[in-house]
């Protein structure tokens, strides 16, 4: 029975069985993840080489800004390693945070020409690195390559859905299972085993930025499951212990 829910949960949140998360999670580590993108699905090998040896790698030390919003657009860049939030600031000052970007992902906005620009704000979490193309270069590519437009059309659209469904869940759950949702969604992208265990490089305060949340319900939370041995808690990182405790929470009513 245990097994069943289990698998019932899994499969109503699009998330990989707890050992296959285990395992994205240490693949996702690699140096060739990029060859892992949805960026490259179904592009043959060839076509693959060409379009990656258009880029030229580059590094991002923690905490640096990699755009603003209101940049022009002027890079694609593709992470193949460490994390990468996406920010946008209420009329109030106020930051959101709108996504995190995990190695294999785009970072950031797609498009093309002087009026092309970002809409947010991008800063690295970790050291990362990534490839990238000059927006000119990676729209000839697109041109050249149609699959390459295609993967770039779906990642966008899959974006979109994403943020569908996390306003609808901030419109209609409590913050408990939101909460748990979201530590979950973000394990298989941006978690890191450590020591057996699964860390989220995110602060308190980042936490409640994702979830539409205080950081005292985001520490009052955190605390009450660090008690119950579903994670622990260090300074900017979350270290999940029990991914299955965590998707019990997130199917609370």
């Given at each position: ?97 709108l996504r995190l970007e995990g190695p294999g992902e785009i970072v950031g906005s797609l498009g093309s020409g002087q009026r092309a620009r970002h809409g947010s704000t991008a800063e690295a979490l970790l050291p990362c690195r990534a490839l990238v193309w000059n927006a000119p270069t990676f729209d000839a590519l697109s041109q050249r390559f149609p699959l390459l437009q295609r993967n770039t059309m779906r990642i966008m659209a899959k974006r979109l859905q994403v943020l569908e469904g996390r306003f609808r869940e ?84």
């Amino acid at each position: 029975m245990a097994n069943a829910q289990t698998a019932s949960l899994t499969a109503r949140l699009q998330l990989p069985q707890n050992n296959d998360l285990e395992m994205k999670v240490v693949a996702r580590q690699g140096s060739q993840y990029a060859e892992l993108s949805q960026l490259f699905a179904g592009i043959p090998r060839a076509d693959y080489a060409i379009i990656v040896s258009a880029a030229h790698p580059t590094k991002f030390p923690r905490r640096q800004t990699i755009f603003f919003a209101g940049d022009a657009i002027k890079d694609i860049v593709l992470l193949t390693e460490g994390s990468v939030k996406i920010t946008q600031l209420g009329e109030n000052g106020s930051a959101v945070i709108l996504r995190l970007e995990g190695p294999g992902e785009i970072v950031g906005s797609l498009g093309s020409g002087q009026r092309a620009r970002h809409g947010s704000t991008a800063e690295a979490l970790l050291p990362c690195r990534a490839l990238v193309w000059n927006a000119p270069t990676f729209d000839a590519l697109s041109q050249r390559f149609p699959l390459l437009q295609r993967n770039t059309m779906r990642i966008m659209a899959k974006r979109l859905q994403v943020l569908e469904g996390r306003f609808r869940e901030i419109s209609t759950e409590r913050v408990a299972p939101r909460l748990a949702r979201e530590l979950v969604r973000l394990l298989p992208q941006v978690g890191r085993r450590v020591d057996g265990a699964l860390e989220i490089n995110l602060s308190r305060e980042e936490l409640a930025q994702m979830t539409a949340t205080t950081l005292f319900t985001v520490s009052r939370l955190l605390s009450s499951w660090e008690k119950q041995g579903i994670l622990s808690l260090r300074r900017e990182v979350v270290v999940v212990r029990s991914p299955l405790g965590l998707l019990g929470i997130s199917e609370l009513k």
